[in-house]
């Protein structure tokens, strides 16, 4: 290689390195400048307002010191974009999207995996679906809530079905990544707030809510290591099929959703639990572009500093170089809590947060990380 290129070419990418969003820290450690720091917000377009009022909340949004818009398009029972594979209740992403661009936003499709509630896939194909420690299967008796109609990732259609959704995302002109939500299996054991709600005390974990038991499962795991799962006495001790329910997921976002979406050259990110054990994702393994662990501090009766562990936490257990946002749920702070929090997790580490979402996003919250974002 010529000397004089070689040059030139380090130079460039000791350039690109050096501004990179993801890499560059000023002197007061780790708190990052505006430049490196990325805010994303969740956005649930069943939101009552007006292509008018869209575009200048989407104005006022990124004003705010927003960068990415991430608007729910497939919620588990339809689309809002011109979907082949699910229902459609709207084609809210082909009016939006051109809004939200101009606005300034960066925008990724957020959709959920593994929930299924499509009445034609409960008709037509049962076995899809997860089945827990007493041999239900999801769809008709599901964890919790109705909703929780999960399906399993290791069944081959299954690993199809929500491909193919990912692909028609990365497919859209426009969109710069693909955000997973549900990426996992129902909660073994609720955050301590939910279990009050729904009057369950767990205090380990119960058949009813294990998942997944199904044939698949079962016969693959013996396959791997001579052991039919519900053979064991304590299933839930054995390490071996522990192992293999987070393998499963990692399988399914790492060999399936990741290469789909990158065959279109487009990002790739996810929404996970800090308990990641209690609904089986491993996520520290999962190839990503960015990770938004959701620290919904009051879910789990803490406050701001347990969210700065809880960042620091993710942090170092990802590999060197994924950045992490800090999912904060908004409508929990007041205007001076924002603020803190946001700086905790800045502190931290965070390469930003992402905001949960839209509609519980006050003036004043937006205010607040304007001014925060201006320092």
């Avoid at 069943?46 to 949004?61: H, M, P, Q, T, Y």
């Avoid at 001790?237 to 987070?246: D, I, P």
């Amino acid at each position: 290689m010529n000397r004089r290129y070689f040059v030139k070419q380090l130079r460039r990418g000791l350039t690109a390195l050096l501004l990179s969003p993801f890499l560059w820290y000023n002197c007061r450690g780790n708190m990052r400048s505006r430049k490196a720091i990325k805010n994303w917000i969740w956005y649930n377009p069943a939101d009552g307002l007006s292509v008018d009022e869209r575009r200048k909340r989407f104005e006022r949004i990124k004003r705010s010191g927003i960068d990415v818009l991430i608007p729910q398009l497939y919620n588990s029972s339809a689309a809002q974009y011109e979907s082949r594979t699910v229902p459609v209740t709207s084609n809210w992403l082909e009016m939006n999207l051109p809004l939200a661009r101009d606005a300034g936003l960066q925008v990724h499709g957020w959709m959920w995996c593994m929930p299924c509630n499509i009445e034609t896939i409960v008709v037509e194909h049962p076995q899809w679906f997860a089945v827990n420690g007493n041999g239900q299967p999801a769809h008709e008796k599901p964890a919790y809530v109705p909703y929780y109609k999960f399906l399993c990732p290791n069944h081959e259609g299954v690993q199809e079905f929500v491909r193919n959704i990912a692909v028609e995302l990365a497919q859209i002109d426009g969109l710069q990544g693909v955000h997973f939500d549900y990426i996992r299996f129902p909660d073994v054991i609720l955050a301590t707030t939910l279990q009050r709600r729904y009057q369950i005390q767990q205090d380990r974990e119960y058949p009813a809510y294990d998942y997944c038991y199904c044939e698949t499962c079962r016969s693959l795991f013996k396959k791997q290591s001579g052991i039919d799962p519900l053979g064991l006495k304590d299933p839930t001790a054995n390490q071996a099929w522990l192992q293999f329910r987070y393998d499963s997921i990692t399988h399914l976002v790492n060999q399936i959703l990741i290469p789909a979406v990158r065959q279109h050259d487009k990002l790739v990110s996810a929404a996970v639990f800090p308990n990641w054990r209690h609904v089986r994702q491993q996520w520290a393994k999962w190839q990503l572009d960015a990770v938004f662990p959701m620290l919904y501090h009051t879910f789990y009766d803490q406050d701001i500093r347990w969210i700065k562990d809880m960042t620091r936490t993710g942090l170092q257990s990802l590999p060197s170089g994924i950045p992490l946002y800090s999912g904060l749920m908004a409508g929990a702070f007041n205007s001076k809590e924002f603020m803190e929090v946001i700086k905790a997790c800045l502190s931290a580490g965070a390469s930003g947060v992402s905001l949960f979402e839209a509609r519980a996003i006050t003036d004043e919250h937006l205010t607040t990380l304007a001014a925060l974002m201006r320092k």
